[in-house]
């Protein structure tokens, strides 16, 4: 016979929890579906991000655009982050994002004009900095109430597929 260990009412809701092993692996398995949804649901977030910033990134050769992609990292079994961005090699994606020298975003640009040569007009050109071109800021601002949506129903849909047997019930 299963042990009753507690009882919590929120919000009109009952819930007992038993201390037996069907319990704990009901438990178990609730707890890892979650964590399923949330990836999964993460994951088509992130997507949408990636391509909302493919859009709005200003394009050149197109390397920057086809660069911005997407990493999971799972740190337990209910949190999952995704980093989206270009490839590490391409460093100018963060120079248009945040700006350089006197326009630099966070202020810590350099505050003097300086010099490069630039291979694609064969010469050399003087500078105080680039304008921000923020296009990851944006895209993820644009699609936050969709990757709300995403992952609300993502969970929604494993956990209503997820049945449990209630003790006592018919």
């Given at each position: 016979m299963a042990m009753r260990?507690?009882?919590?009412?929120?919000?009109?809701?009952?819930i007992e929890l038993f201390n037996d092993k069907e319990t704990r692996q009901i438990l178990i398995e609730a707890e890892k579906m979650v964590g399923k949804a949330m990836a999964k649901a993460v994951a088509?977030?992130?997507?949408?991000?990636?391509?909302?910033?493919?859009?709005?990134?200003?394009?050149d050769t197109g390397q920057?655009?086809?660069?911005?992609?997407y990493e999971l990292q799972q740190q337990g079994p209910k949190q999952v982050t995704a980093i989206v961005g270009p490839t590490k090699d391409l460093l100018y994606g963060m120079y248009?994002?945040?700006?350089?020298?006197?326009?630099?975003?966070?202020?810590?640009?350099?505050?003097?004009?300086?010099?490069?040569f630039y291979k694609k007009i064969n010469r050399w050109v003087t500078?105080?900095?680039?304008?921000?071109?923020?296009?990851?800021?944006?895209?993820?601002?644009?699609?936050?109430?969709?990757?709300?949506?995403l992952i609300a129903g993502a969970i929604k849909e494993d956990i209503d597929g997820f049945t449990v047997g209630i003790k006592g019930s018919k």
């Open positions: 260990t507690s009882t919590t009412t929120k919000n009109g809701v009952t088509v977030g992130a997507t949408t991000v990636v391509n909302a910033a493919r859009k709005r990134v200003p394009v920057l655009a086809r660069s911005i992609t248009l994002e945040y700006g350089t020298g006197i326009y630099a975003v966070s202020g810590m640009g350099r505050k003097t004009a300086w010099s490069y500078t105080v900095g680039m304008k921000p071109k923020p296009y990851l800021f944006p895209a993820l601002q644009s699609s936050i109430k969709r990757i709300q949506a």
